[in-house]
């Protein structure tokens, strides 16, 4: 079916115009998508998926592109973007939307002297994101603030509890049951400046380390016990280069696109990673990227 005839009861949707993932992806690379919504209100964003369902069309809800592959190939997939749904809600609970971003929300946090979000500190990711892939930093994880979850879920919007979204290190419920993340609930706590500040320099001062660059940021989940990023230097593979991608001299976690790279080329190296690992130590890496297709 054509993009026209594909599309044609879609004209009321906000959208963009053209969707490059080599521009919109952290690692800079990938193809094209046919279309992006980007709804601006919780009703558009129920209307849209609704309509989409009903039309049999797949599609991916995207954020920051900070943690996915994009294919060389572009996709046929809609893509649906939230980035405009980025209120904040401070009452008797902190309410917030998916769109927003995760350091809008830890400045927010601040200013209403709630700590407990330092540790999103410099992830680049949007809170749907995060919620998505359980993310965090120094050992700690956006379920330990979760209160609940409001998502999408065939043609109705539901109420997640902390215990429905089955968190686990780098896992949820939400990769499983193809519910849309909206916003959720957090439960934080009173603190005063001085300490949400110091508590915000210790998370940067982790994260200064990480390698500049286009990447994905980390590439695989640690193993138990283990370090991802240990084994592949203990591997001998940091600096190892497949065309354009490249594993970091600085954190060999993560995989650079040293320009000119194609997604061909990071999967062909993400596969050498772990045959090698598994090769010398007997241990079988898992992506926490996603594959975009």
Known sequence: MSFENRFSAYQDFTKEDTFDFSKKSSIGLGGKAEICFCPQSLTELSALLGMLERDKISYYVLGNLTNVLPSDAGT??????????????????????????????????????LSGAEFLCGIPCTLGGALFMNAGAGGRYIDSIVDSV?????????LYSKKDCQYAYKSSVFMQDGSVIVGAHFALNQASLDEIEEREEYYKERRKHLPKGRSMGCVFKNPEGLSAGELIEKSGLKGLRLGGAYVSEEHAN?????????????????????NAVHAQYGVRLEEEIRYLT
């Open 76 to 113: 046929r997939r809609a893509i649906v973007r939230l980035n405009n749904l980025r209120e904040i809600i401070f009452s008797e609970r902190v309410f917030a939307y998916a769109g927003v971003q995760a350091s809008a929300f830890v400045n927010a946090c601040r200013k209403s002297g």
């Open 254 to 274: 993560f995989i650079i696109n040293g320009g000119g790279a194609t997604a061909s080329d990071v999967k062909k190296l993400i596969q050498l990673i772990k």
């Open 150 to 158: 409001l998502v999408y879920r065939q043609g109705g919007l539901t």
